[in-house]
C-alpha cells in the first residue's frame, strides 16, 4: 500500500508529500484538505440559517437602530438623565475619522485605493447593522442569542466578493478581507456585551452616557493590552518547537476557517466541489431538522482532541443528569445542580485558560519546565482526568438542597 499512500499524500498542497507514509500523515491530508472545506460548506449554510430563523429579530433590530439614529438626530428636547446618551454631534465626526482611518490602513493592506475605500464601506455598513442586530438579540434573548459567527461569516463573504471584483488579488486582499472582518467580529461582540451591561446599568438607575464611556474606555483599554498574551502565546508556541497560532498546540478553528475562507475566495484556490457538497450536507441536515447542522459543521471542522473533550463534558453531563432522576430530585434541585455544574466547569475552564498562559510564558521567556513534566506517564493524566470527572459529579449533585427550597435563576435562562 506504500504507493498508494505516497500517490495520495503526493495529492496534498503545503508540502505534505515529503511527510513520512503513514496512515496518521493520509488521515490528517485527508481531514485538512478534504473534510474541513465539506465543513465550511456546512457552515456557511448552518450560518445562513440560523440568520434565516432569526430573520425577524435581525430586521427588528435593523429597523430599531435606524429608528433611534433618526430620532436622536431629530429630537431638540433635553432628554431625561436615564435616557441622555453621547450626542450623536459626537458620534457621527469620530465614525468619520475612523472610518477614514480604517480606509488608510486597508490600503496599507490591499494597495489599492478602490480596494480600501470599498472595504471601508462593508466596515462602516455592517458594522453599522450587524452590530445593531447582535447588541438587540443579546439585549432581548441574552449572550447565547448573538449570531456572531454567522454575521462575521456574511461580511467576510460579501468583502472577498468585492475584492475579486474591483481586481485585489493575493495576499493584499486577504489581509484587507480579515481586516474588514474581524473588525465587525468585534464590533457584534463589544455591541452584546454593552447590551448587558447597560441593561444591568439601567435597572440600577445609571447614566447612559457615562455607561458608554465607560464601555468606550474599556475597549482601549483592552485593545492595547490584549496584544501582550496574543504574543507571549504565539511566540512562546514557536519557542516550544510549534508554528504558532494555526498550530496543533494553537489550533485557533475559527481563525483557520476565516482564513481558509478569504484565501479560497480572493485566490480562487477554494475547493469549490467540496464546499459545495458540504453546503448540500447541511441543506440535507436541515431537512431531517438535524438540531443544529452548524454545530455539526463546527464538530467536523475542528480537531479531534477538542471535540472529544467536548464530547467527554456531554458525557459528564448526561451522567449528572441521569444521577439526578435517579436520586428523585425536583426541578429546583434540578436548577442548582445545573447552576453548580456551570459554575464549576467555568472555574475549570478559566483555570486552565490561566495554566496555558502561564506555560506558554515560560516558554516566551526559555524557561525550562521542571523534569517531571518533560515525559509524564499516561496513567497520572488519565487519573486526573478520573477525579475531575468524578468531582464534576459529586460537586453539582452535593449541592442540590432541600426540596422545599425555592428555585433559584437558571444560569442557562
Known amino acids: 500500500n506504500a504507493p498508494q499512500l505516497e500517490a495520495v499524500l503526493h495529492s496534498f498542497p503545503d508540502g505534505l508529500g515529503s511527510s513520512p507514509v503513514t496512515w496518521t500523515t493520509l ?3 485527508a481531514w485538512t484538505y478534504m473534510v474541513r472545506p465539506i465543513a465550511v460548506g456546512g ?3 448552518g450560518a445562513v440559517y440560523t440568520l434565516y430563523n432569526m430573520r425577524k429579530q435581525l430586521f427588528g433590530g435593523i429597523v430599531r437602530s435606524v429608528r433611534d439614529v433618526k430620532k436622536a438626530a431629530e429630537s431638540g428636547v433635553a432628554q431625561p438623565r436615564l435616557e441622555k446618551d453621547i450626542s450623536f454631534k459626537v458620534i457621527f465626526p469620530l465614525i468619520a475619522i475612523f472610518t477614514v482611518l480604517m480606509a488608510v490602513l486597508y490600503y496599507y493592506f490591499c494597495g489599492s485605493w478602490s480596494g480600501a475605500i470599498i472595504a471601508a464601506a462593508v466596515l462602516l455598513i455592517a458594522g453599522f447593522f450587524f452590530a445593531a442586530v447582535a447588541g438587540y438579540l443579546v439585549g432581548l434573548i441574552g449572550s447565547s442569542s448573538n449570531p456572531i459567527s454567522g454575521l462575521t461569516l456574511s461580511t467576510l463573504i460579501i468583502a472577498a466578493l468585492l475584492m475579486v471584483v474591483v481586481g485585489v ?3 493584499s486582499g486577504i489581509a484587507a478581507v480579515l481586516g474588514v472582518a474581524a473588525v465587525v467580529c468585534c ?10 451591561d447597560m441593561k444591568v446599568g439601567h435597572i440600577l438607575g445609571g447614566t447612559p452616557w457615562k455607561m458608554e464611556f465607560a464601555e468606550i474606555i474599556g475597549v482601549l483599554i483592552a485593545g492595547a493590552v490584549l496584544f501582550l498574551p496574543l504574543l507571549i502565546l504565539h511566540q512562546g508556541d514557536i519557542n516550544a518547537g510549534g508554528v504558532g497560532f494555526g498550530g496543533k498546540a494553537l ?3 475559527q481563525a483557520g476557517l476565516m482564513a481558509m475562507l478569504s484565501k479560497g475566495i480572493v485566490t480562487g484556490s477554494m475547493a469549490w466541489p467540496l464546499v459545495v457538497s458540504g453546503m448540500f450536507m447541511s441543506l440535507a441536515l436541515i431537512l431531517v431538522k438535524a438540531p443544529s447542522p452548524m454545530l455539526i459543521a463546527v464538530g467536523m471542522y475542528l480537531p479531534l482532541e477538542t471535540t472529544f473533550a467536548i464530547f467527554a463534558g456531554g458525557v459528564i453531563r ?4 441521569k444521577r439526578a432522576e435517579k436520586k428523585k430530585l425536583n426541578a429546583a434541585q434540578k436548577i442548582r445542580v445545573e447552576n453548580n455544574g456551570i459554575l464549576l466547569s467555568s472555574g475549570l475552564i478559566a483555570g486552565e485558560a490561566l495554566m496555558g498562559l502561564l506555560v506558554a510564558t515560560l516558554a516566551f521567556f526559555n524557561i525550562s519546565f521542571p523534569s517531571v513534566f518533560e515525559n509524564p506517564k499516561a496513567w497520572v493524566g488519565y487519573a486526573i482526568l478520573g477525579i475531575l470527572g468524578y468531582l464534576m459529579i459529586k460537586i ?3 449541592n442540590a438542597g432541600r426540596p422545599d427550597e425555592p428555585a433559584p435563576p437558571s444560569a442557562m435562562a
Open 251 to 253: 489550533p485557533a478553528p
Open 169 to 171: 488579488p493575493g495576499q
Open 187 to 196: 464590533a457584534c461582540g463589544v455591541a452584546g456585551d454593552m447590551m448587558q
Open 43 to 45: 457552515m456557511i449554510v
Open 396 to 398: 453539582p449533585l452535593s
Open 318 to 321: 448526561w451522567l449528572v443528569d
Open 27 to 29: 488521515a490528517f491530508g
